[in-house]
Nanobody, 124 residues
């Protein structure tokens, strides 16, 4: 069983930055693919970024490329999402997710464990 706890959300003005962090339990964290998803009011949960287990190769949705960076620290069992140049359309609840394999996925159905979510609000 893996438990995920997100932190770092908040209110920021457009153009600002936030850093989300996700702390994970579990001895095999380094082998898990990790992902960040978000869900805005009235919308479906959408993929934001993922990082492969072992090699830490990263993938992003087009709308955040060049602005967001996903990273992991296997010694600390954490995965972070650095968000720069934030836009009002980035406003959502952001979720950390873990997949019980090193292979990443863009699909929420492929992830086995989820955090409780953290609110990010970007004002214009």
């Amino acid at each position: 069983q893996v438990q995920l706890v997100e932190s770092g959300g908040g209110l920021v003005q457009a153009g600002g930055s936030l850093r989300l962090s996700c702390a994970a339990s579990g001895r095999t964290f380094s082998s898990y693919a990790m992902g960040w998803f978000r869900q805005a009011p009235g919308k479906e949960r959408e993929f934001v970024a993922t990082i492969r287990g072992i090699t830490a190769i990263t993938y992003y949705v087009d709308s955040v490329k060049g602005r967001f960076t996903i990273s992991r620290d296997n010694a600390k069992n954490t995965v972070d999402l650095q968000m720069n140049s934030l836009k009002p359309e980035d406003t959502a609840v952001y979720y950390c997710a873990a997949r019980g394999t090193f292979s990443p996925s863009y699909y929420s159905r492929d992830y086995d464990y989820w955090g409780q979510g953290t609110q990010v609000t970007v004002s214009s």
